[in-house]
């Protein structure tokens, strides 16, 4: 005779209960882990001797949005050049929880310092003074606390895009966007060291030839792109398909930044991908 076994509802309610209490919990352990692993107050201060140009500010028209409205960008610092190989190097050095055997799998994919041989050890062929790449966003954001700065909200970095060596905003010339794209297309960029070009307009070198840039809000503007089965090959990574909500349809080097901002997320590391540091700062008069 077979007897049929009945689990109790009660029984099965508990084992509801307990598991959703240890998934809350487990939830709340990777938050805390998170939160305290990006504090400020949890770094140790990493000396930076960049210099920080200032930028005044003003007024600009995004890339993306309505046609008629301009967007204000407050005075802020930034490095006059991205964060180099020697510095992320003794960032870790100081912050063993940065180091790519002990960075928690929540702050970077697998590619986290892919190149270096160990932890604290550059790739025998790397420029110390080249940009530093596969670092993730949260890596970038705990280097700039650790620093004392924080990373540049997307329209700061784009205000400063728009200027070429001669004038704040050279979005109207000819040949702008162009120029643009032919410093993207250029393999192996990243590996050249910083400040071998000539500056722009606010004297602010490598803003588009040598890597792609985090900012602190890279996922606030969303679109549809292309990622070309997740290869981040400069030449192939991008379509135009979502150019139609752009204000500027010639300023196709935008749409390039913009459509690979979208692709990423925050743990993402890439092989071209790095950042500099900015910082808040108050209005300084101008004699320029």
């Not at 670092?135 to 705990?142: D, E, L, P, Y």
């Not at 722009?200 to 996922?219: A, K, P, Q, R, S």
């Not at 909500?245 to 300023?251: K, M, V």
Request: with cysteine; proline share 6%.
């Amino acid at each position: 005779m077979r007897i049929k076994a009945i689990i109790p509802y009660w029984y099965v309610l508990l084992i509801l209960v307990s598991f959703s209490c240890n998934e809350l919990k487990r939830k709340t352990e990777e938050n805390n882990t998170q939160s305290e692993q990006t504090r400020p107050d949890t770094l140790i201060q990493t000396p930076v001797t960049v210099k920080m140009v200032y930028i005044p500010g003003g007024e600009y028209k995004p890339f993306y949005g309505s046609d008629s409205v301009l967007v204000k960008v407050h005075p802020f610092l930034i490095d006059e050049r991205a964060v180099t190989n020697s510095e992320f190097l003794q960032f870790v050095t100081l912050n063993p929880q940065w180091r790519k055997s002990n960075i928690k799998k929540i702050f970077s994919d697998s590619t986290y310092l892919k190149n270096w041989p160990s932890d604290l050890s550059l790739p025998p062929t790397a420029n110390p003074d080249a940009p530093v790449c596969y670092v993730s966003w949260f890596a970038a954001k705990a280097f700039a606390h650790a620093a004392g700065k924080r990373l540049p909200a997307l329209d700061e970095w784009e205000f400063i895009a728009m200027s070429d060596e001669v004038s704040p905003n050279a979005r109207s010339k000819r040949n702008y966007s162009d120029a643009i794209i032919d410093l993207y297309l250029k393999k192996n960029r990243q590996y050249n060291p910083v400040k071998q070009a000539k500056p722009n307009y606010w004297g602010v070198y490598n803003m588009f030839d040598l890597i792609w840039e985090w900012t602190d809000d890279f996922n606030s503007i969303l679109s549809t792109n292309d990622s070309r089965a997740g290869q981040y090959d400069d030449k192939n990574l991008f379509c135009a398909g979502n150019a139609t909500s752009a204000t500027d349809i010639l300023n196709y080097a935008a749409f390039m930044r913009f459509a690979m901002r979208t692709s990423l997320k925050a743990n993402y590391t890439v092989a071209n991908l790095g950042f500099r540091c900015a910082k808040d700062t108050i209005p300084i008069k101008q004699t320029r």
